[in-house]
């Protein structure tokens, strides 16, 4: 997939520089969690009515390189950006609980039509841990994104560096992959009854499509630019978790929706030079199949002979981006440059 990436970076650049453009570099330092669920209220080969949560932080800090044009109204900007090598994060958590009469299943969190979200913090409630592991986790990360935007004003100009408020619409790809390792695990064990370290629990790896599109606004106070911006979203992912005592793979794919805010705030340095804070906050419920191989006990074993089984995903995260941001390319006509200088001159 980053090859894909690396082909599709230079399309998204391959316009004629008569217009504007622009390069920036930011740092950012994500904050949420990623969970994995799954879990039945009917006896599986073991005979237990249960499940399995695991949970991901979503703590390190990232860094990207930023690219944009602009012509007119219209404007697409790229982001290629990840952690470079495994980041420590915040510990990361498996269960295994038991499911019953009062246990409650919330699949469905988010729907674009009808319209409505129901956030919780895990799909199975009501559930008894019998096994409880907490892991030091490290993560790697790669990110592609591209963004289309048009103003809906005909008369306005899609540079940063513009005056002129107005509604934006736009619509982009998104490129996610993560794997992550959890290790130093600590781990409960109700029956039989055990606590101590096991050493490495298991990898998680995740390849994630997105679609956003939506809508923003942007306005401007003296030399500051706001942009408020939300967009729905649907989703494609495909991901493998391994868990290392049983040599035992779950590999599965899903789709689902979700959606994302922003607000970013500019400054402008001068003519050619912007500063920048903008934070974001993602959100995506994924229904999603997995096949089990490999296995070493007998249950593990016959799992793979049992079909698909069903699981939810969910991805609750944000980051807050600091950036600069550098415009090169003939800019000399741009609509935006008299208002800019007149700005400038009754200071």
Known sequence: MLKKILLILPFTLSFPIFAEYTIGISGKKNYGEHIFETGNKYPNLSGIRGGSRITYDRHFPWASLNLGYYKKRFSITSTIGGTGWYQKTNSSRDEDFFMGSITTEKGTKFSLYPPFLYDTAHTFTGTQNFADGIAKSVVNQIYFDTYFRMYMNQHASSS?????????????????????ILYDVNQFVNRPSF?????????????????????????????????????????????????????LNFIGRGVGNGFIYRLQISYLLSEKDILYINTEGHRFFAYTLFKTTGGITRDDILSTFSGDFRSYITSKESFVEFGYTRRFGDFSTNESEPKQKEIEEGQ
């Not at 002129?164 to 982009?172: A, E, M, Q, V, W």
């Not at 998680?204 to 606004?217: A, D, K, N, T, V």
């Open 160 to 180: 940063p560096w513009d005056r002129t408020d107005g509604y934006f619409l736009s619509i982009g790809f998104r490129y996610t992959y993560f794997k992550y």
């Open 195 to 247: 606590y101590g370290p096991i050493g490495l629990g298991l990898t998680f790896s995740q390849s994630l499509m997105e679609i956003p599109f939506g809508l923003g606004y942007t306005f401007n106070v003296d030399k500051i630019k706001i942009e408020p911006s939300f967009f729905l979203l649907i989703g494609f992912n495909r991901y493998r978790d391994f868990h290392v005592q049983r040599a």
